[in-house]
């Protein structure tokens, strides 16, 4: 159980397009999800913690209007990187969290890059 | 503010023990984890401490000292497939996890 997967698993966008990536709990339901961003050879970095229904709260740093995240279900999250730059190129990680609040479940993942 | 450290790399030998060491400096404290996370690939969760003391899982065991704000990740009879980078992340009073850079692992034969 608890399985979270992501679509695209990788995409190759030209610069100033927009992108979609999806973030699905498969069997179980997420009132919260995370998008985290992983430049190489570099920690993860949370970006914004999203809550069914509600707006997604950002981390310093993160723009809001670029990088655009919907929860409208309790299964599905979406975050969507507008007018793309070569700088956005990135591996970018979604995760869901479980019943309890330590459990998080981690997506495989999606890789970006932008040309 | 928050801070995790975690040596940058480690190199072991296929067999034998290695020890990844962590501190950190949170606000509050609801848990520490470990993860293995191989390249390209996202994190994969190995273990949760809350409570000081060791847990054993298998080849893996993780230490928490929550007094000294310390914790390690054992492996033992190591295998090539244990390359990877392992991550040491808090989880703090919001429940948010804190992350380390990670530690590089590589095993030679």
């Known amino acids: 159980g608890a399985v979270v997967s992501q679509h695209p698993s990788w995409v190759i966008c030209k610069s100033g397009t927009s992108v979609k990536i999806e973030c699905r709990s498969l069997?179980?339901?997420?009132?919260?999800m995370f998008w985290y961003r992983q430049f190489p050879k570099q920690s993860l970095m949370l970006m914004a913690t999203?809550?069914?229904?509600?707006?997604?709260?950002?981390e310093q740093g993160v723009e809001k209007d670029k990088f655009l995240i919907n929860h409208a279900s309790l299964t599905l999250s979406t975050l969507t990187v507008t007018s793309a730059h070569p700088e956005d190129s990135s591996f970018y990680i979604c995760s869901a969290r479980g019943d309890r609040e330590y459990e998080q479940y981690f997506g495989p993942g999606t890789r970006l890059t932008v040309t | 503010g928050q801070n995790i450290d975690q040596p940058t790399e480690m190199t072991a030998t296929e067999g034998a023990i290695v020890q990844i060491n962590c501190t950190y400096q949170t606000s509050g404290f609801n848990g520490l984890f470990w993860y293995q996370q191989h390249a390209g690939e996202a994190p994969t969760f190995l273990s949760y401490n809350v409570l000081d003391g060791l847990e054993e899982k298998g080849r893996f065991s993780s230490f928490l000292s929550r007094s000294k704000g310390y914790s390690y990740l054992l492996l033992k009879e190591l295998q090539m497939k244990d390359s990877a980078s392992y991550l040491c992340a808090v989880m703090d009073s919001n429940y948010q996890l804190i992350w380390g850079a990670g530690t590089k692992l590589i095993i030679k034969p």
């Open positions: 069997d179980f339901q997420a009132t919260t």
């Open positions: 999203s809550n069914e229904g509600s707006k997604a709260t950002y």
